[in-house]
């Protein structure tokens, strides 16, 4: 099999293309990424010299780069990560948002209807389900939940979702999607808030906490989300969406408190700053399908997670230190420059 895993240099991505490189040395794994600033090779390092590996820079949006590549490689599985994914930014700058997320997402399913697939794996956000209100508990996420999205980030992320059913129901083309919670671990750019509160508690910085920090996200471990998606590429009905989540809802303030504790910092670096516009209240999974369906269920909960986390940021400082300092993008020409 041949796999080509998109934004395969992103978080979630390169823990998803070493999870899979290492489990699979019979397949064939390609990391197609454009290497944005999201975008980071040094998460790699681990498997860039495997037999199964291969990385190519290239954009999922270049409609003659996607054919060609299609053409040279023939790929078996395509498993789409590579977005724009970052909520602030889509408030920003909204129009990146649908040339990655929407185009770049069609122009793959474009490549595989006139290629041939066997299975085009979406990689979705319960962002595009909206929020819930943080006086409902009793309320979750289901695969039924109506499409009801807050920010650019997520409307672009829901105009994904909604072509991927298209092209199967229009074009026959065999798709799945996922819808995972927020993700943890390690690799996770220093934009986003957990290792953007570790990197800035370590320098003794100021924590920006956005209003009043009583907002809700459902943490899972990365790892766990990546186990989900190999479990859909082989035992995912086509068509169909899967939520994943592990029923781990902490506010903002508790996940910035329990961070603070486990570096030994004060409160009282916590900074609330004005809140972000249109801020989902709450965000939580009902995983009830995948489990039942899948037998998948997740291995790591909060508090451990956090804590192996934490000390993965820990020991590996020098990784996010490369992005502050802005070293990590010179990684792709010292490593492939002479490649090329
Ligand atoms: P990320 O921002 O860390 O990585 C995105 C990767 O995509 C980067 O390597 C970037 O270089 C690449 N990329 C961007 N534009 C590209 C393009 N035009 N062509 C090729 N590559 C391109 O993102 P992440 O947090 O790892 O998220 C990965 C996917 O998972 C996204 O689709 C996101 O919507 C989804 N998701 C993320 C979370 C989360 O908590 N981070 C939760 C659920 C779903
Ligand atoms: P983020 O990691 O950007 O993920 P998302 O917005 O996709 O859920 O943010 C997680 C939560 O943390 C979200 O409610 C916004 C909040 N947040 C802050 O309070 N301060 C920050 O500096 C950042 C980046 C996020």
Known sequence: MKIVVTGGAGFIGSNFVIHMVKKYPEHQIINLDLLTYAGNLENLTEVENAPNYKFIRGDIADRKFVFDLFEKEKPDIIVNFAAESHVDRSIEDPESFVRTNVMGTTTLLDACKEYGIKRFHQVSTDEVYGDLPLDRPDLFFTEETPLHTSSPYSSSKASADLF????????????????????????????????????????????????????????????????????????????????????????????????LKALGKPESLIRFVKDRPGHDRRYAIDPTKIETELGWEPQYVFDTGMKQTIQWYLDNKEWWEHIINGEYTSYFEKMYGERL
Not at 204 to 229: F, K, M, Q
């Open 164 to 259: 991927v059913m298209a092209y199967h129901r229009t074009f026959g083309i065999p798709v799945t999607i996922s819808r995972c919670s927020n993700n943890y671990g390690p690799y996770q750019f220093p934009e986003k808030l957990i290792p953007l509160i570790i990197s800035r508690a370590l320098a003794d910085e100021e924590l920006p906490v956005y209003g009043t920090g009583e907002n809700v996200r459902d943490w899972l471990h990365v790892s766990d989300h990546c186990v989900a998606i190999d479990l859909i590429l082989e035992k995912g009905r086509v068509g169909e969406v899967y939520n994943i989540g592990g029923h781990n809802e902490r506010t903002n303030l508790e996940v910035v408190k329990t961070i």
